[in-house]
């Protein structure tokens, strides 16, 4: 149980256009989301969490215009990589759970993104 | 703020080896801390917490706050348990916990 999925796994991108990765938490009712991101040898970076319903709430240093994130169902919350440019290239990873402050998160198989 | 490190980016044992991966906090409340496993080309999952005080797959790990270290430590290692080691400690931050994880250790073990 408690099966988070990504899609996609790889997307490459040009510079300057948009890219939508999913996070899906498949049988399970997800709070609560939260989004990551791993730069090659690095640790995982919490760039935001978002609760159901409501807006997400974005670390420091990360840019809400840029991480457009949309947690419109119980199953599915999205990150959107506006105008992404050659810097955005990373893994991006991210958790769900159950309750809604997030005491127990599941992760998910990470979607790696090129912007050539 | 809090932080975790890690001071180990890689670590080689052999097969039957003991093996202990470091892991140190700084947190000013109370810590919880875990450790998450990565295999190759697989999703992050949970090994061990502190407060259950468990043994998975042969591993411990020991949170000493007079150190504020939470070391995870196996007594004789297999090839399996290669694989990218993460410490993380959860805090509550507002309305929600967050996970401040460590740059990781990846073990490798030899036959």
């Known amino acids: 149980g408690a099966v988070v999925s990504q899609h996609p796994s790889w997307v490459i991108c040009k510079s300057g256009t948009s890219v939508k990765i999913e996070c899906r938490s498949l049988d399970f009712q997800a709070t609560t989301m939260f989004w990551y991101r791993q730069f090659p040898k690095q640790s995982l970076m919490l760039m935001a969490t978002s609760n159901e319903g409501s807006k997400a709430t974005y670390e420091q240093g990360v840019e809400k215009d840029k991480f457009l994130i949309n947690h419109a169902s119980l199953t599915l919350s999205t990150l959107t990589v506006t105008s992404a440019h050659p810097e955005d290239s990373s893994f991006y990873i991210c958790s769900a759970s159950l309750d809604r402050v997030g005491y127990e998160q599941y992760f998910g198989p990470g979607t790696r993104l090129t912007v050539t | 703020a809090q932080r975790v490190t890690q001071p180990e980016k890689l670590l080689s044992v052999f097969k039957g080896a003991p093996v202990e991966l470091k892991c140190n906090y700084s947190?000013?409340?109370?810590?919880?801390l875990f450790w998450y496993v990565q295999y190759s080309r697989q999703r992050l999952q949970l090994l061990l917490r502190?407060?259950s005080r468990e043994s998975i797959k042969g591993f411990t790990a020991d949170l000493n706050k007079g150190e504020t270290s939470f070391h995870l430590k196996k007594p004789f290692a297999q090839e399996e348990d290669s694989a990218m080691y993460y410490c993380?400690?959860?805090?509550?931050?507002?309305?929600?916990?967050?996970?401040?994880f460590g740059k990781g250790t990846l073990l490798t073990v030899n036959p």
């Open positions: 502190h407060i």
């Open positions: 947190y000013s409340g109370s810590p919880e």
């Open positions: 993380a400690l959860r805090v509550r931050g507002g309305s929600n916990y967050k996970l401040t």
